[in-house]
């Protein structure tokens, strides 16, 4: 009897727990798919922003668009899905290939909005940000063409690389920091503030392991984890190489992309055994011994609460993450740029042209607009509330993000975060290379940093096995290429009948030549090299 009761309940259970996943499913599909909410006209909008403030902000604006709205005699309503950044790639392409995407999704180059994709599955605003947004009358901003409202005129933030096509309004900028507790700095070094040369910070964290040795508790100068290090290595390795862009750039834009470096190491003219490549990694190497062993193996959050517990003075961050920090340290924080080498520097000076800029915190990112969907009116309309003076200046007051509008200013708690961008580009790095060189950098790492690696281990591993990586990488892009430029000399040649009728003017169809005519040169290009390069690059692939 005991048993029959027993197995009852757990059936019940179970069938009560598959109820309500059912359940749980065909409410979220109530809310989120078309056509299957009343008849008020929903914008949905989809991103993967989880941060403090970033999602109540959006539905913050969201709200005062449907009251604008309302004011004007039209119903509508904002709905917001927030995807897990894990799984957006795959459900962005997913949606847009069945026809059943979102009025707007949030893109970026890195969670698989490619150049392929854009010019497939978005459509170009250029047009459309050519006039003045309406939003913006009354205000410092009134009669500005929209594109000229944001800080660099879309030019960076909106445009997809290599399509010369507007595609995305940005939301924000973002810049890398050291957070770090001031207390616990004054209480080791006497100090409030951390060092502004790089030899000098690294003095001061050999002063810290020093006292936490002397006074026995455990205390590291850098909080670490995989995500922290490879903002830090980043940075640094930006730092210290500008020279290289002026090495690889062979398109004379002053940067240095990811095919420009691919394609400068398949072509020998580049390595990482390079003075201010060695440099670099024998940098990486001194700072990853301020760190706690075994670091690579731990996650943000490891990191985020060995800093919280007062076991490191300093945490590597991003402004994205400001509104947690300050909410959830308990301690007063202090806010600074990494110290970077300055030229000349006898040790570390060898790539570096002067002080770097944030230049790297615009870049390709925020709402596009997919093709065909049924609502275009709609999403361009919030779009141009959203990034207007007034409504997008409350955005950034609520969100703490950093502003890309001209004439908001950032909030107090946001100031150190502001971007410099009187500075040089900070060099090209491996890491953001490709997927094949991002997968082998993470793997292996480990060889170049204490208590076991080091600068020559790790090159003499990549010595062996970078060529072929490369190589890989490169047959990628130059898929990803091809398959661009292909779809983009439909959309020229269809753009080129469009300023024939006078619906595109000359100038604008001579910007998209020479930027096809760019990529095309480039993609032939890359097929040029050394014999022994060559026989390394596996064939460009047919469509």
Not at 108 to 119: D, H, I, L
Not at 305 to 326: E, K, P, R, T, Y
Not at 393 to 410: D, I, Q, T
Request: positive net charge; charged residues 20%; hydrophobic residues 40%.
């Amino acid at each position: 009897m005991n048993r029959r009761f027993k197995r009852l309940w757990v059936g019940l259970g179970f069938s009560i727990a598959i109820g309500t996943y059912l359940f749980s499913t065909l409410w979220v599909a109530r809310e989120w798919l078309p056509g299957v909410t009343d008849d008020v006209p929903t914008l949905r909008v989809s991103h993967w922003l989880l941060e403090t403030g970033y999602r109540e902000s959006l539905d913050e604006i969201g709200r005062l668009w449907e009251q604008e709205n309302l004011r004007a005699g039209r119903r509508v309503r904002f709905q917001q899905l927030v995807v897990p950044t894990r799984v957006y790639a795959a459900w962005m392409r997913t949606n847009l290939v069945g026809k059943t995407a979102p009025d707007l999704i949030y893109v970026k180059r890195a969670n698989g909005a490619t150049e392929e994709m854009m010019a497939r599955y978005f459509e170009p605003l250029n047009e459309v940000v050519a006039k003045p947004n309406p939003y913006n009358a009354g205000t410092p901003l009134a009669g500005a063409r929209w594109s000229d409202t944001f800080v660099d005129n879309l030019a960076i933030t909106g445009t997809s690389p290599g399509l010369a096509d507007i595609y995305a309004i940005p939301t924000s900028a973002v810049s890398v920091r050291l957070y770090y507790n001031r207390a616990l700095l004054r209480e080791i070094t006497g100090r409030t503030e951390l060092p502004k040369r790089f030899g000098d910070f690294l003095a001061m964290c050999a002063d810290i392991r020093a006292w936490s040795a002397k006074n026995g508790r455990r205390v590291s100068p850098i909080a670490g984890s995989r995500y922290n290090t490879t903002l830090l290595f980043n940075l640094l390795i930006g730092g210290l190489t500008q020279t290289t862009t002026q090495l690889i750039d062979a398109r004379g834009d002053l940067a240095a992309g990811p095919a420009e470096l691919l394609f400068a190491m398949n072509q020998e003219k580049w390595s990482l055994n390079q003075p201010d490549q060695r440099a670099a990694l024998v940098a990486l190497n001194q700072l990853a011994g301020e760190m706690q062993p075994g670091f690579l193996q731990l996650q943000r959050e490891d990191a985020t609460i060995q800093f919280g517990q007062q076991q490191a003075v300093i945490l590597v961050g991003g402004s994205w993450s400001a509104n947690s920090m300050h909410s959830e340290i308990s301690f007063e924080l202090g806010i600074s740029a990494l110290p970077l080498p300055e030229s000349g520097d006898p040790i570390w000076g060898t790539g570096v042209r002067g002080p770097v800029g944030d230049n790297a915190g615009l870049f390709f990112e925020g709402f596009a607009l997919p093709v065909g969907g049924g609502q275009r009116e709609l999403a361009l309309d919030f779009l141009r509330f959203f990034s207007s003076w007034k409504a997008y200046s409350r955005y950034v007051e609520k969100s703490g993000c950093l502003p890309v509008v001209k004439n908001v200013a950032p909030t107090a708690q946001m100031k150190p975060f502001a971007l410099r961008q009187d500075g040089f580009r900070p060099g090209p790095t491996l890491y953001s290379t490709g997927e094949a060189s991002r997968r082998l950098w993470d793997q292996n790492v480990q060889l170049l940093l204490p208590p076991n690696g080091s600068v020559e281990k790790f090159l003499e591993f990549l010595r062996k096995r970078l060529p072929d990586t490369v190589a890989s990488d490169i047959a990628r892009w130059r898929r990803d290429a091809k398959a661009s430029f292909e779809l983009q000399d439909l959309l020229i040649e269809a753009r080129h009948q469009l300023s024939e009728a006078g619906a595109m003017t000359e100038a604008r169809l001579g910007t998209l030549l020479d930027s096809q005519s760019a990529t095309e040169n480039q993609y032939y290009a890359s097929f040029a090299g050394s014999a022994k390069a060559s026989e390394r690059t596996a064939p460009s692939p047919q469509k």
